[in-house]
């Protein structure tokens, strides 16, 4: 059943607080692996060797099975032939299997050869640590699949659930395991194999209570199945796309794995906290919106269409636009209340920061994009948004390789917010191509809107920016929870209240929306 825009907004605040409680948790599991590592080699080594099967996981699970399986899923619920829906999901799940088992497989034997290019001074830990991991591959990619299926019947809770027991598992299992293991970064390595497991585990019961049944058939068989051809074809163009887009993560990686120690781990500590914002925002707004799109684009409801990928692309340019004035503004008090302790140093904070003042510019056309590519994805459309990957991946690696040696960090940082943006100017071009689609119109309400939040957010930052340093000096020396966080809540609020006052000002639509829907 189609969802209606109050719905939108409601299935959207269900699955952003879940997500938010998985975020939360995934910086608490960040702040656990700096205090047990820092930025030391054994933390470049963790944080490449979980890079890698997290890769594949984008572009195998998270990427290319939802974009590729719920419009081909949602062919079938609409045709209403259990028979052939049952058929599809058992061929679906035996291909799936036999080709991640396969990738685990191979990524487990290869890993010495894939470590080697990252430069990595801790080169037997980090292949270690990748083959514990890598079967979180399959994991996943099971798990990938029950949110598919739950999805496109509008269930959403689950899949806001299943990455809350990954993190809280991986936590639990550093500080728990950590005493029976060689080091914390084994201990953690085996939390991600369990959280992985348990990610599917949680899924299968909603999904056959939602009255799906499958099982294993023949790999012949299901590579012959029609729904599984479909998927396939959607998901070539896609897997191209998305490991441009994903090897931005490793191409960066190897960059800054030979500029300097901790550069690596400085950037997945910058990235942590953006993927936070857009985890609970725009990554939950894109789930939603997708089951929906696909409906109003198979029954041609563009009208629908236009509006409800205006609504989210405004909902995202409220959310970003003031987190990203207000996180450059409080930076450095952010990151030393998350991060800092005895193995966090000055040197570490000083390398995050640096990171992170060029990664949060690009959260707004990230977040962008994240609700574009599903509009691309509900016409049966992968190639317009692999394209665009393929072009912003070339534009970053080559900006990436230019800065890294005179900035570092903060040159490859500054390269993914540019190639981010540039990503979102070619996504517009290509809808441009559909004429159902007021690409015209959304665009201009769009920026209109975007440029009132620019001016709002400026203001709202001025009273913390003269603010901040004297409300630092009073809390000085007391202790790290109250010299940081006690002043960032208190200008969180007066950047938040003033803000919101602008907003009421000028009677935004969005924020009277999002009102409402507290008060309900």
């Not at 299992?173 to 992985?196: D, E």
């Not at 004429?435 to 920026?447: C, D, E, Q, S, Y």
Request: glycine share 6%; with cysteine; proline share 4%.
């Amino acid at each position: 059943m189609p969802i209606s825009s109050r719905s939108l907004i409601r299935h959207g605040s269900i699955l952003s607080l879940l997500t938010l409680v998985s975020r939360i948790l995934g910086l608490v599991r960040e702040m656990v692996k700096a205090s047990l590592l820092g930025t030391s080699a054994l933390s470049d080594a963790f944080s490449v060797a979980f890079l890698i099967p997290n890769l594949f996981r984008r572009l195998f699970a998270e990427g290319s099975i939802s974009v590729a399986f719920i419009p081909t899923f949602k062919g079938f619920l609409l045709e209403d032939n259990k028979a052939k829906t049952r058929e599809f999901l058992s061929c679906m799940l035996t291909f799936l299997t036999f080709f991640v088992s396969m990738a685990v497989v191979i990524g487990i034997i290869i890993a010495p050869f894939v470590v080697r290019l990252f430069g990595i001074d801790a080169f037997d830990e980090t292949v270690l640590l990748t083959r514990i991991m890598f079967p979180f591959l399959a994991f996943i990619s099971l798990a990938a699949l029950f949110q598919g299926i739950l999805n496109s019947v509008n269930s959403f809770t689950p899949s806001g659930l299943a990455p809350i027991l990954l993190n809280l598992v991986t936590i639990l299992c550093a500080y728990g395991l950590s005493p029976f293991t060689a080091n914390p970064a084994r201990a953690m390595a085996v939390g991600i194999f369990v959280g992985g497991l348990l990610e599917a585990a949680i899924q299968l019961p909603f999904v056959i209570r939602k009255g799906f049944s499958f099982m294993f058939t023949s790999l012949p068989r299901a590579m012959k199945n029609p729904g599984v051809k479909s998927v396939l074809r959607l998901i070539g163009p896609t897997i191209i796309g998305m490991a441009a887009y994903q090897l931005n993560d490793l191409v960066s990686t190897a960059l800054a794995g030979n500029v300097g120690e901790g550069v690596v781990s400085s950037l997945q500590y910058s990235l942590r906290i953006q993927e936070l914002i857009l985890g609970i925002f725009a990554v939950s707004i894109g789930t939603v919106l997708l089951p929906d799109l696909t409906e109003r684009a198979k029954s041609g409801q563009w009208d629908t269409y236009n509006e409800r990928l205006a609504i989210a692309l405004r909902v995202i340019a409220l959310i970003t636009i003031p987190i990203t004035f207000f996180t450059l503004a409080q930076g450095d008090k952010l990151i030393r209340l998350l991060f800092q302790n005895l193995r966090f140093d000055e040197t570490s904070v000083a390398l995050t920061l640096a990171a992170f003042t060029f990664h949060m510019p690009g959260l707004f056309f990230i977040a962008v994009n994240r609700i574009l590519a599903p509009a691309f994805y509900a016409q049966s459309d992968s190639k317009s948004p692999s394209l665009a990957g393929i072009i912003s991946f070339a534009v970053n690696i080559a900006l990436a390789a230019i800065l890294a040696g005179p900035l570092r960090g903060a040159g490859i940082a500054l390269a993914l917010s540019a190639a981010s943006a540039i990503n979102t100017v070619l996504l517009l071009v290509f809808l441009k191509r559909n004429p159902h689609i007021a690409v015209g119109k959304v665009l201009r309400a769009t920026l209109l809107y975007a440029i009132k939040l620019i001016v709002f957010s400026a203001v709202a930052t001025l009273p913390v920016y003269y603010l901040s340093p004297r409300l630092s000096e009073v809390f000085a020396g007391q202790g790290r929870v109250i010299a940081y966080g006690l002043p960032l809540l208190l200008m969180g609020v007066l950047f938040a209240a003033a803000g919101v006052a602008l907003l009421l000002v000028s009677r935004d639509k969005q924020l009277a929306a999002i009102l409402k829907l507290l008060k309900r």
